[in-house]
């Protein structure tokens, strides 16, 4: 069975990490890449949000006893599977936890240009892995 307050803090985290985003989210692209600490703010949030997202996705596959993904990143893919959250919604975070990663294991060479597009438009993906937990799980 899973543990759904598990479940509630990680989405508790995303909805922070989602809130920490939308206040960067006015700022036009020259803005964005003229502030360094609107940059920290983004790429710190777009990590936290990803690897919350992951780490419930984590959680529900072990405690329902599904399949382990061979990388975290398809995690989703498996949560896709047992109908927990629909596969286009899949492939989309699949690719947020690739920038999670490119954040964690590459952050000497960032592309901010990529950076400022990620922050754009995942913040409505990620809401939408909430709401489907909350549906799937009746949180």
């Known amino acids: 069975m899973v543990d759904t307050s598990i479940l509630l803090r990680r989405m508790a985290t995303i909805r922070h990490s989602l809130s ?74 699949r690719l947020a936890g ?3 990663n490119l954040l964690v294991h590459v952050y000497d060479a960032i592309n901010l240009d990529r950076v400022y597009e990620a922050y754009q438009h995942s913040a409505g993906d990620l809401e939408r892995y909430c709401q489907a937990l909350v549906g799937h799980f009746r949180l």
Request: overall charge negative; charged content about 25%.
């Open 20 to 93: 920490r985003l939308a206040s960067k989210r006015g700022l036009s692209r020259a803005e964005f890449l003229a502030d360094p600490d609107a940059q920290d703010v983004v790429l710190r949030h777009l990590q936290v949000g990803a690897q919350a997202a992951l780490d419930a996705a984590l959680h529900v596959i072990r405690d329902a006893g599904w399949e382990l993904p061979g990388t975290s990143v398809g995690s989703f893919e498996v949560l896709a599977r047992h109908g927990v959250i629909d596969p286009d919604l899949a492939d989309r975070l």
């Open 98 to 100: 690739q920038m999670r």
